[in-house]
Nanobody, 115 residues
Framework: QVQLVESGGGLVQAGGSLRLSCAAS????????MSWYRQAPGKQREWVAT???????NYADSVKGRFTISRDNAKNTVYLQMNDLKPEDTSVYYC?????????WGKGTLATVSS
């Protein structure tokens, strides 16, 4: 059974940093791209970043230069380092992976950025 568990959210002031983690279980995902999405209150879920099995990364324009996605295949874990946070980054952050034709989501972790 595939499970994704996010952690690392919290309350931080603008300009601060948070490091999110997503621990995956139920299979070995080292050959699968993994992504982070976020959903702000009253808004649709939006893509944030993706890392491929080979380590290639892509970012939404809104976070480029501030956020870094990485992965540790030995731990089956993907990370999102968030720097220079802004109030508009306040969201629930979700990690996701597509495995054998099914897209799996974690339950999310809330990051709140105060001004």
């Amino acid at each position: 059974q595939v499970q994704l568990v996010e952690s690392g959210g919290g309350l931080v002031q603008a300009g601060g940093s948070l490091r999110l983690s997503c621990a995956a279980s139920g299979s070995d995902f080292r050959y699968n791209p993994m992504s982070w999405y976020r959903q702000a209150p009253g808004k649709q879920r939006e893509w944030v970043a993706t890392i491929t099995s080979g380590g290639t990364t892509n970012y939404a324009d809104s976070v480029k230069g501030r956020f870094t996605i990485s992965r540790d295949n030995a731990k089956n874990t993907v990370y999102l380092q968030m720097n220079d946070l802004k109030p508009e980054d306040t969201s629930v952050y979700y990690c996701t992976v597509a495995y054998r034709g099914i897209r799996y989501w974690g339950k999310g972790t809330l990051a709140t950025v105060s001004s």
